[in-house]
């Protein structure tokens, strides 16, 4: 492949659309940082964009078939090193979910989502039948279990459902008996309160009940959801203006750059701005769509829908959860939440993304 060809044909409209996300996401880091002790996040997050950049550039030159060749080489890899997080791994308010590196902290749990999507489009892709039987089904639901049940021990639940929408959208595509998707609601409905009492810790709870009736606890576990659909509220049609919402500004909004940036965002930006984004969040994820609709073998439609499946399970939980209709689970919005790692990740997938679409280019 010439570099000039690479050039060329990279999928631009997806990345124009990225750019402009991280953009909104970089001025509301700033505005929502001002005068703290963040107030460095919002030039950090630009340096995260630039290496997500050089990321993506790179995955996307690298022939995705040779990637997939070697997922279980990968996803052992990443096994042991989330194994490594909880011994030795970076504490911080009771969670253990960080290598530390000289200047920074890397989240290996984020880049385990790009592994499981070239896992899931391995074994999907090598099947000898038609659809997905119910030993295929076990082993593979087995493979992405223990990457899951490693980061609930960090504990991040967040982190750990996001692995399943990628196992989800694989298994949904390649074709499942009806039997099968009964027997999977079964053992979740039996499994549900087996995970309630033995698996998730108190605060866990907590969240979970909350939001529900935020009203319960409106100072403890009840404030941030709280203050999140305030904040939502006050936007209005045109919103209040940069670095001028109240919620935002006087601190009743909590982590106001990771979170419930887009809280922030709504109240800043109002219905209009929220319009906006919520617009390029569909535009993007259509476009990924696309590319797995003209990739060139059913293992690169895997990995393209298995990124679209993880970034829309990541919007509609974040934005679920800042207006009160889903839990507080920690699961950030992608390419606006401030953080190195899960930018990198984002951006590795897209260079997926790209690199599938590349492949359609070479003979």
Not at 69 to 91: D, E, Q, R
Not at 146 to 152: C, E, G, I, K, R
Not at 225 to 249: D, E, H, N
């Amino acid at each position: 492949m010439s570099t000039y060809r690479s050039v060329r044909d990279l999928d631009w409209t997806l990345l124009i659309i990225t750019l402009l996300i991280c953009g909104l996401g970089i001025l509301q880091i700033y505005s929502a940082t001002r005068d703290t002790r963040w107030e460095d996040a919002w030039w950090k997050q630009i340096i995260w964009v630039a290496g997500g950049l050089v990321v993506m550039w790179i995955v996307s030159q690298i022939d995705y078939h040779s990637l997939l060749s070697n997922a279980f080489l990968f996803y052992f890899l990443s096994v042991i090193a989330l194994a490594l997080v909880l011994m030795v791994g970076g504490s911080a308010f009771g969670a253990r979910r960080w290598i530390e590196l000289p200047g920074f902290k890397l989240q290996i749990s984020e880049f385990v989502k790009t592994v499981i999507i070239l896992l899931v489009a391995r074994y999907l892709t090598e099947l000898k039948s038609d659809r997905v039987e119910g030993r295929d089904l076990l082993k593979l639901g087995g493979l992405v279990a223990v990457p899951t049940v490693l980061v609930m021990k960090q504990p991040d639940l967040g982190t750990a459902l996001t692995y399943l929408p990628i196992l989800g959208i694989g298994v949904l595509l390649a074709g499942l008996r009806w039997q099968y998707w009964v027997a999977i609601a079964i053992i979740l409905v039996l499994v549900v309160p087996l995970g309630w009492h033995f698996v998730l810790k108190d605060y866990q709870k907590a969240r979970l009940v909350t939001f529900l009736d935020p009203g319960q606890d409106p100072r403890g576990s009840g404030y941030q959801v709280i203050q999140s659909k305030i904040a939502v509220g006050a936007g209005g049609m045109w919103g209040r203006g940069v670095t001028k919402g109240t919620q935002t500004q006087l601190r009743f909004l909590p982590v106001p750059h990771t979170d419930f940036i887009f809280s922030a965002f709504a109240e800043e930006h109002g219905f209009v701005g929220v319009v906006v984004i919520l617009g390029l969040y569909f535009l993007l994820l259509m476009q990924i769509v696309q590319n797995a609709q003209m990739a060139p073998d059913r293992s690169g439609m895997y990995v393209c829908m298995g990124v679209a499946a993880l970034l829309l399970f990541h919007i509609l939980v974040n934005i679920g959860m800042v207006v009160g209709r889903m839990p507080v689970t920690g699961i950030p919005l992608p390419l606006m939440t401030y953080g190195g790692s899960n930018a990198l990740s984002f951006f590795l997938m897209l260079g997926l993304v790209n690199s599938v679409r590349l492949w359609r280019f070479v003979s």
